[in-house]
Structures are given as C-alpha cells and as structure tokens.
C-alpha cells in the first residue's frame, strides 16, 4: 500500500519560514519524481516544485524568485521536502506532496500553511 504523509505545515508570520516534509513507503522512492503543489479553495492545484529522480529541479511561477522555496529528498530515508522562506500572505493554501513514474501518480493528504500576522 502506498502511503504519503505530509507534515510540517501550519501559521506563519509574513516573512517566516516552514519546512514540509513527505514520507513515502509502499514505493521504491528514488525512482520518482517528487512534486510539491499548492491549492486554495475554488482554485486547481498549482505546480510550486519538482524534483526529479535524476536531480533535475523545476519551481512554479508561485515561487517567485529564487531561493525563496527550495526543493529536495532524502531518498535513503525515502522522504521528500520543501523549504519554504520568505513566506507571504499569498502563500496561504494546503499543500501536497507527489511522486510521479511515467503515468502513475501518488498524492499526500495535504498540508496546511496559513501565513498571517
């Protein structure tokens, strides 16, 4: 059974920082791309992140400017995460972690980041 678990969100202050984390088993983890997206409600999921299973990164256009959010893995502990710096009120909405081989995708749960003073 394979299994996605988010943690790591939650109420931040504008100009914080969280870092998520995704915890997969059931998969042989290092084969997957790794994906990070956020969703406000009445909107469709955004992309913020990916990681390929070759190293190669790509970030949303959400992210704005780089080294604000920064993507990674910890394939031995089969783990997934998201460094989130510089965090805005815009920032706000569930956040889900994904891994993708060829045309199989998994999704986490989702994640809650609030940003407000």
């Known amino acids: 059974q394979v299994q996605l678990v988010e943690s790591g969100g939650g109420l931040v202050q504008p100009g914080g920082s969280l870092r998520l984390s995704c915890a997969a088993s059931?998969?042989?983890?290092?084969?997957?791309?790794l994906e990070w997206y956020s969703q406000v409600p009445g909107k469709q999921r955004e992309l913020v992140a990916a990681?390929?299973?070759?190293?190669?990164?790509?970030?949303g256009d959400s992210v704005k400017g780089p080294g604000r959010f920064t993507i990674s893995r910890d394939n031995a502990k089969n783990t997934g995460f998201l460094q989130m710096n510089g965090l805005e009120p815009e920032d706000t909405a569930v956040y889900y972690c994904?891994?993708?081989?060829?045309?199989?995708?998994?999704w986490g749960q989702g994640t809650q980041v609030t940003v407000s003073s």
């Open positions: 994904a891994v993708r081989f060829l045309s199989v995708v998994y």
């Open positions: 059931g998969i042989r983890f290092n084969l997957y791309d």
């Open positions: 990681l390929t299973s070759l190293g190669e990164t790509n970030y």
